[in-house]
């Protein structure tokens, strides 16, 4: 793989060049240290300094709600204006992971286009970055990342080392041409190599992935889902923030004034209680608990027994979001059987409901 | 047992194909049948499926559902499926007439693992609207009759008004080529001849069966199951000989949308059709 | 498949009125509404109102006096489909939040002393489905323009409206607001319909509930988080009652246990 050296500032010059072709999309801070990608007009916006955004990047290529097709008497018209040429910067290893599964995901037998073209278009810069006490990639081996990117930025002091993944990525280097060093010295070595052998100690947590369809298989039966029901508030968060959740709910919209229909989508989560009903009124998952079953069923047990890795990427995402502490970090420790009670003891030992 | 891509649109496997309701007639109170036919001529042809398999239909305004074909392949170019009025869509379908238009897409699902069967013995146990999926499979083997050995019909209703195919399953009685065995629960009409009970007490009438050479398949209401597959152990049927095909709720019938999971099996692309072996690996099932 | 146009009638029980306001908001659509549907009675929007028999009536409000309900009675021996629209008409509103009778009664000598009424006899507010068998409901305080038209333009088709029961934070998700019950903030999100698209939480306000209740919320695990969160018992369970009409019964049953 190619390597070439950036100084720092010509990075915005750099992304500057690239934005003329395309829509600029990076980070932002939009509450107190929370993030989120957004479209960039104003490149003193962008925070690198950032940890995780809310959403993943899956927002970019299925957004929330889109319409699919137009559906009218005389026919379908496909409706593909969520695509659009985007430059993706900013973005994390766990996320282009997130990507590489999701990417897995939608063109496994069918190809999702409304996916698959937005992918397309969109140029993937990731980014570097530091772990705080919610990130799990180390346990998930997704803190590091080789494929899934057209450039990579890893950040040294005063330049970024650029690691070229794609023949696009390449291409977009040729754009400015001046600006990137291919001579990289011994000395950047160094400081690279101490900077992540410093990065791999920062990380606080430490989950056994491998450990966990054998533990999601035993412990099926066992109370602790009860429990976690109870303390669900089946608010769907955690799949709306997980960047490998990919389930959605369609849509017949009717148009007023002619006889025709938007067919919308939008992002479902198997946590909501609607997710399992069908038509007749029927839901065969009326339990909180046996929908967090699922959920960590896919997360924890069917990607790692298919594919030898977990379907977690371990951004921590669900870790910041869920408001009690249900997330992937407090179920792996319950499901070792540490910690049961502490995670959920604010609820009264007597609630069964 | 992933299922591969088929179907009919290729660059957009959401997008439905116009089709024309050809023939609707109400096959009991609350289940019709439709025939339809794709109205772009090459893509009535080239619509290739399996016994088994699946179809998403859509009716503009309403929404779209998943509904199993019950015609054969060895009989291109119409399809058909019986409907049951359940929820929106249904109830859209049912207020359609002949010449109305409908969107097709598919087809999807694996269907019945066709070639295995070939040469075997084969016993279909249909309650219900079970037969709405299984007729694919029995029609399949009547006309592809010398790719199978004994072919064995049992089929069961509550009453004889509910039974879907009526009088098609009475004309199959005058084959020689086929053991039909039809029952309803109760007979209020005074006027049925055939055998009285639940689709159980007919399999008395399966004389000789060689276990390891035949396959049954079952579908019917979740009640059924049950006490049906007891008397298919007991006949020492292996259990991944036993085929049943589940239904559940779908949006997209392509394995994106994540409806139709059961654990982590999606019924619309890993079935709808499963051994019995592999159901009772279902977890949630149980 | 042409038929004679829907014949609809819109009426208002004891409420604020909103909800019918939101429906004579709708400017851009109104032309098409009233095109596609024979408007019977809407007494907001117009004079000549026919009480025949009706394909739907909407109905906002929740029933408070006996003149509702004689007015609900009416309407639905006129109507085919009765659907109630709001949240005073699915819960009974803030004015249905005294769900006992008892305390109802010591309420109303409160704030109307001995007096007298002489139009009609108010009676304890109670949702619609208190007195009459409703087919579909609506939420919202007051409805969304979005759902309604939706809910109308399916209804016109012969198709039932889309029953998407979410709580408030998919949508607030969607909108990639930050969690404000994470931050230590009296949210009621989890445990209120959405529809709304978050818009209180979009602007960095708590949600109050006021859609109602939304099916499944978990109510007791919310209520120990906020006692967690340091919220005193009292506040919690009146934030909780504001929107929640006579739903609230159910609920306090749940948290006494």
Same mark, same amino acid.
């Given at each position: ?353 | ?6 179907? *009919? ?59 199993? *074909? ?43 693992? *066709? ?93 000789? *069966? ?77 | ?257």
């Amino acid at each position: 793989m190619k390597i070439v050296k950036l100084k720092k500032e010509n990075l915005f010059p750099f992304l500057e060049s690239l934005s003329k072709e395309a829509d600029l999309w990076a980070p932002v801070q939009k509450y107190e240290n929370k993030h989120s990608f957004q479209l960039i007009k104003d490149f003193s916006q962008i925070d690198l300094k950032y940890t995780r955004t809310i959403l993943p990047p899956k927002k970019l290529f299925l957004p929330p709600t889109f319409n699919m097709f137009l559906a009218t008497e005389q026919g379908y018209e496909e409706d593909f204006s969520h695509v659009t040429k985007k430059i993706l910067f900013g973005i994390h290893p766990c996320d282009i992971h997130g990507l590489l599964i999701l990417d897995r995901f939608f063109q496994h037998v069918f190809d999702d286009p409304y996916y698959s073209k937005a992918r397309q278009n969109t140029l993937i810069l990731g980014h570097s970055c530091w772990p705080d006490e919610n990130c799990m990639c180390k346990s998930t081996n997704t803190h590091i990342i080789e494929e899934g990117y057209d450039l990579f930025f890893s950040e040294l002091e005063t330049a970024y080392l650029v690691w070229i993944g794609s023949s696009e990525g390449d291409d977009c280097i040729r754009i400015k041409p001046g600006i990137f060093d291919e001579d990289i010295t011994d000395e950047d070595i160094q400081i690279y190599i101490k900077w992540h052998n410093e990065r791999d100690k920062a990380f606080q947590v430490d989950i056994n992935f491998i450990a966990m369809p054998d533990l999601m298989e035993l412990k099926y039966e066992n109370p602790l889902w009860e429990k976690l029901g109870d303390a669900c508030l089946a608010c769907g968060s955690c799949s709306n923030v997980c960047p490998t959740c990919n389930c959605y709910n369609v849509l017949d919209k009717p148009l007023l004034n002619k006889y025709a229909s938007e067919i919308g989508r939008c992002w479902d989560a198997c946590t909501l209680e609607s997710y399992s009903e069908v038509a007749g009124g029927e839901n065969f998952r009326e339990k909180r608990a046996q929908r967090l079953k699922l959920w960590y069923t896919h997360k924890l047990q069917a990607y790692i027994s298919k594919y030898g890795k977990p379907a977690c990427v371990g951004c921590g995402r669900c870790a910041s979001t869920c408001p009690v502490d249900i997330n992937v970090q407090t179920v792996a420790k319950a499901l070792e059987g540490k910690d049961m009670d502490t995670f959920w003891n604010r609820l009264s030992k007597e609630v069964t409901k | 047992m992933n299922g591969e891509n088929k179907c *009919i649109n290729q660059t957009n496997p959401y997008l439905p194909e116009a089709a024309r309701i050809v023939r609707t007639y109400p096959l009991t109170e609350d289940v019709k049948y439709f025939q339809v036919r794709l109205v772009d001529m090459e893509k009535a042809i080239s619509f290739k499926y399996s016994p088994g398999q699946f179809a998403m239909i859509s009716v503009l305004g309403a929404g779209e559902a998943p509904f199993s *074909i019950s015609s054969t392949p060895s009989r291109p170019s119409l399809l058909e499926f019986c409907i049951r009025k359940a929820g929106t869509v249904t109830n859209a379908i049912f207020k359609l007439k002949e010449n109305d238009h409908i969107g097709i897409r598919g087809p999807y699902g694996n269907g019945f693992p *066709i070639e295995s069967m070939h040469g075997k013995d084969i016993i279909i146990v249909m309650g219900g609207l079970g037969a709405a999926p299984l007729r694919s499979v029995l029609l399949y083997c009547l006309d592809n009759r010398d790719l199978f050995g004994r072919v064995a019909l049992l089929h069961g209703a509550k009453r004889p008004a509910e039974m879907i195919f009526r009088e098609e399953f009475f004309a199959l009685k005058e084959r020689k080529d086929l053991e039909c065995y039809l029952t309803v629960d109760a007979d209020d009409t005074g006027k049925w001849k055939e055998n009285i009970g639940v689709v159980t007490t007919l399999f008395p009438q399966l004389k000789d *069966i060689n276990p390891s050479k035949t396959f049954a398949i079952v579908c019917g209401p979740p009640v059924m199951y049950k006490f049906v597959l007891k008397e298919l152990i007991k006949l020492n049927i292996p259990k991944n000989q036993i085929l049943m095909t589940l239904e559940r709720r779908m949006k997209c019938g392509v394995g994106k949308c994540g409806h139709c999971a059961i654990d982590y099996i999606y019924t619309c692309i890993d079935g709808p059709v499963f051994t019995y072996w592999d159901v009772i690996h279902m977890k949630e099932l149980i | 498949m042409k038929k004679d146009k829907l014949k609809i009638g819109i009426y208002e029980l004891t409420g604020c009125a909103g909800c019918a306001l939101l429906i004579l908001d709708c400017e851009n659509e109104l032309v098409d509404i009233f095109q596609a549907a024979d408007i019977q009675s809407f007494l907001m929007a117009k004079s000549d109102n026919i009480d025949g028999e009706l394909d739907i009536a909407l109905v906002e409000g929740s029933v408070s006096t006996e003149k509702d309900i004689e007015e609900l009675m009416d309407i639905r021996k006129r109507a085919e489909i009765v659907v109630a629209i709001g949240l005073c008409s699915m819960v009974g509103g803030i004015q249905g939040r005294f769900c006992d009778e008892k305390e109802w009664k010591e309420n109303f000598k409160k704030v109307y002393g001995d007096i007298e009424m002489t139009h009609t006899k108010p009676v304890q507010s109670k949702p619609i489905d208190a007195y009459i068998k409703v087919d579909y409901y609506l939420p919202g305080c007051p409805i969304g323009k979005e759902q309604f038209l939706n809910f109308f333009t399916r209804m016109l088709r012969g198709n039932p409206p889309e029953r998407y029961p979410q709580p408030v934070c998919v949508e607030c998700k969607y909108n990639e607001n930050d969690c404000l019950l994470k931050k230590g903030i009296l949210c009621l999100g989890p445990l209120t319909s959405g529809g709304c698209g978050a818009i209180c939480i979009n602007h960095n306000l708590p949600c109050v509930g006021c859609w109602g209740p939304v099916e499944g919320g978990n109510w007791i695990s919310e209520y120990y988080l906020l006692k967690e969160k340091g919220f005193d018992d009292e506040l919690i369970k009146n934030k909780m009652a504001n929107f929640s009409g006579t739903k609230i019964a159910e609920v306090s049953e749940q948290l006494r246990k």
